[in-house]
């Protein structure tokens, strides 16, 4: 199975400042049509997973444009510009390149 | 507004079977392009993609699970069910259902999940 690591584990934001959360596959996530299959979701406590970008970068309809993801291969990146309480979580990405669709461990976001 | 609602019994013993059914309201299970999928979330751990199946039937399992595993659809009761058999205390975990549109991976609709322990 492709196994996802994402760092770091616990990440403790002041209001209003940046967010950083790395996610690396063991292995390349390009499908062979060419599309990057790594997605980002959110899970605000109590509450069930929710998708929030798809494909690296293509951020879902309703979701702040204060995230932000990128990354190629095997590294990727999301990033929040400005963390709000709102955005209290954690965070998981997922890869759908290979069978059985992985997730990593997800990051803990709680304001400082 | 499609929902997804798991049920099923919260305890199972060990050895047993554990049984789930997701309820679809909003929205036809045999839709074209419908995939549905089954995440299971440990208590305070990650998640893990067990099972997914096609509108036409097909099935998709992990093969970590897939000796244990089944999953089928009643699309006349508009229902997806789960049965994991021989189940022991690491299949303890919160069961989530959800729905794919299009692509098998996309996740965009969830229910709330059914936790389920297995436990003597």
């Known amino acids: 199975d492709v196994v996802m690591t994402q760092s770091p584990l616990s990440l403790p934001v002041t209001l209003g400042q940046p967010a950083s959360i790395s996610c690396t596959s063991s292995?390349?996530?390009?499908?062979?049509?060419?599309?990057?299959?790594l997605t980002w979701f959110q899970q605000r406590p109590g509450q069930s997973p929710r998708r929030l970008i798809d494909?690296?970068?293509n951020r879902d309809s309703g979701v702040p444009d204060r995230y932000s993801g990128s990354g190629s291969g095997t590294h990727f990146t999301l990033k929040i510009s400005r963390v709000e309480a709102e955005d209290v979580g954690i965070y998981y990405c997922?890869?759908?390149?290979?069978?059985?669709?992985?997730f990593g461990q997800g990051t803990k976001l709680e304001i400082k | 507004q499609l929902q997804l609602q798991e049920s099923g019994p919260g305890l199972v013993k060990p050895s047993e079977t554990l049984s789930l059914t997701c309820s679809v309201s909003?929205?036809?299970?045999?839709?074209?392009?419908?995939?549905w999928g089954w995440i299971r979330q440990p208590p305070g751990k990650g998640l893990e993609w067990i099972a997914a199946i096609i509108f036409s039937g097909d099935n998709y399992y992990n093969p970590s699970l897939k000796s244990r595993l089944t999953v089928s659809l009643d699309t006349s009761k508009n229902q997806v069910s789960l049965k994991l058999t021989s189940v022991t205390a690491a299949d303890t975990a919160v069961y989530y259902c959800?729905?794919?549109?299009?692509?098998?991976?996309?996740?965009?609709?969830w229910g709330q999940g059914a936790l389920v322990t297995v436990s003597s």
């Open positions: 494909q690296v970068s």
């Open positions: 959800a729905r794919s549109l299009g692509e098998i991976r996309l996740l965009d609709y």
């Open positions: 997922m890869q759908s390149s290979y069978w059985p669709y992985t």
């Open positions: 292995q390349s996530l390009v499908y062979i049509n060419g599309n990057t299959y």
């Open positions: 909003g929205g036809s299970i045999g839709s074209s392009g419908s995939y």
